[in-house]
């Protein structure tokens, strides 16, 4: 199959593919960012639009957010390496407003597209949620890149689930509509926490002590793992030794210590329990992905705990969770692939 490029100086600015009419024109390189709690991912991207989008990673740094006294700072130490880009895509956790801020209780520093746009001299610089961003990624995900939990190797057309535990939790959900697919950004992270054994029971009564409200993020988190930790210790009558969730995730995957490990066990069945209440609610049947930071880290303990149980045990409803592929993907550069789809889908509609 020939395909002829059309050459400007060095670069090439279109493809095209004779067989199936692909026409792809390359814009700028923009920055595309993946801002969560604990870390920012900035990457350089180059994005074609056409008929079959392309999107080539050149770049690509880890920032610690504790580091840096401001997004713009992070942008700015990245975007002295990429002086061309004149326009950058932000995926964020938390609540997007009108004028360009965001409310999240996860980010360590106030956001504001506005703000990073006249610190930064971008040309215009844009928002979006980070788990519908991840949910754009999910097109350019290969099959070598994800752990089958549960499921057919293959799903159904339909609605998608994105979702996973980070600093907090973010959840959205692809539609497909005919040759597009719309992507639904959620708050289901907030909802309120339900519980389904006795010790679950108990374990949430020990984490309502002081609050009027616990939502499901409270639990399926990195704070969350630590809540359900100090609480099971309650419940236990010990006193808690692990003071951070990577120190309770170590113990547990050393088997250190019994009660990090029922712990972590904890986690993997209230996670499938929400999953599954999350399949059901929003109508998924075209394959959930499990993504965040967390998840990967512990995929061997989650692969072995209750975690596909919980998700199937919904009564009569068992039956159709059972033809949902459930999959764990290493979240990385998601975001940051994401923010580039998603942009690229709204400038090149």
């Known amino acids: 199959m020939q395909v002829a490029q059309i050459f400007r100086g060095n670069s090439v600015v ?59 700072a992070i942008l700015a130490d990245f975007r002295s390496q990429a002086p061309a880009a004149r326009e950058c895509a932000i995926a964020s956790a938390g609540y997007a407003m009108d004028d360009g801020t965001v409310i999240s209780a996860n980010l360590p520093w106030a956001l504001s597209t506005t703000r990073i746009r006249d610190d930064l001299g971008f040309e215009s610089v844009h928002l979006v949620n980070d788990f519908e961003a991840v949910a754009h990624a999910t097109a350019h995900i290969d099959a070598n890149q994800v752990v089958q939990l549960t499921g057919p190797a293959e799903a159904v057309h339909g609605p998608r689930l994105i979702v996973g535990p980070g600093t907090g939790l973010g959840a959205a959900v692809c539609i497909p509509d005919g040759q597009r697919t719309v992507v639904l950004a959620t708050e289901a992270g907030q909802a309120s926490l339900s ?9 949430l009564q020990q984490m309502q002590h002081g609050r009027s409200h616990v939502c499901i993020e409270q639990a399926l988190s990195g704070p969350g793992l630590l809540n359900l930790y100090n609480a099971l210790c309650a419940v236990r009558g010990q ?82 969770l059972q033809d949902i592929p459930v999959k764990l993907v290493e979240h990385g550069q998601l975001g940051v692939i994401g923010a580039a789809s998603w942009y690229l889908g709204r400038k090149h509609v």
């Open 14 to 72: 279109a493809s095209v593919n004779p067989a199936h009419e692909v026409f792809v024109k390359r814009s700028a390189p923009l920055v595309a960012a993946d801002v969560g709690g604990t870390h920012v991912r900035v990457g350089l991207v180059n994005a074609g639009f056409g008929a079959r989008p392309a999107l080539d990673l050149l770049s690509y740094r880890q920032y610690r957010c504790a580091d840096y006294p401001s997004l713009s």
């Open 195 to 203: 519980a389904t054994t006795d010790l679950e029971m108990a374990v």
């Open 239 to 320: 006193a808690p030794v692990h003071t951070t969730p990577d120190a309770i995730s170590a113990a547990a995957l050393g088997h250190d210590d019994p009660t990090a490990t029922e712990t972590l066990q904890l986690f993997c069945g209230i996670l499938g329990s929400i999953i599954g209440d999350m399949a059901l609610l929003y109508g998924i049947k075209g394959g959930i992905y499990l993504a965040g930071g967390i998840l990967p880290k512990i995929s061997q303990f989650l692969l072995h705990s209750t975690f596909v149980e919980r998700f199937l045990n919904k009564g009569p409803m068992t039956r159709a």
